[in-house]
């Protein structure tokens, strides 16, 4: 039975795992604190974290690390995230990828879901838009199995 938190959202941390094991989502933010407020949040869902600081690292993380989702910014320093978001669709197509931005555009969303991104969420995020999220994640990694 799934019980009710202080914020009346329900503990789905049983349901964040894909086969038996924690979700791996790698959240990339050049902002360091907002990387650390995204771990602590995905950790209460059961999630594995890991992190990159820009596109360039999060391709190659996403390379060597194979993750079940990526959270990624956009605006960042030495690859941003719709250059990084176009080199990870190519090589896993099927990984869901979840563009955040605090300077979303319409124009700017529009070609992140054209590139293949899952969804899109405007910073500052909230609980709900993350559990969400997750939750697609964990659905669309689950059938890529």
């Known amino acids: 039975m799934e019980e ?5 959202l329900e503990n789905t941390t049983e349901k964040m ?4 094991r924690p979700l791996r989502i ?4 050049d902002s360091k604190l907002l990387r650390k407020k995204l771990r602590v949040e995905l950790e ?3 999630c594995e974290v890991l992190e990159a600081e820009n596109g ?3 391709v190659m993380k996403t390379l060597q690390d194979r993750p079940d989702g990526v959270f990624l910014d ?3 320093p030495e690859v941003g995230g719709i250059e990084a978001l176009r080199v990870i669709k190519e090589v896993s197509p099927e990984l869901p990828v979840i563009m955040l931005s605090s300077a979303g555009t319409p124009q700017k969303l529009m070609e992140t879901l054209k590139l293949g991104a899952l969804d899109f969420i405007q910073k500052p995020y909230t ?3 993350i559990r969400k999220a997750i ?3 964990r659905k669309k990694a689950a059938s890529n199995e």
């Open 44 to 46: 209460t869902f059961g």
């Open 17 to 20: 795992d894909l086969n038996g």
């Open 56 to 58: 360039k690292e999060a």
């Open 127 to 129: 609980s709900v838009q």
């Open 4 to 8: 009710s938190n202080e914020m009346g």
């Open 135 to 137: 939750e697609s994640m």
């Open 26 to 29: 790698l959240v990339t933010d």
């Open 74 to 76: 956009i605006v960042m």
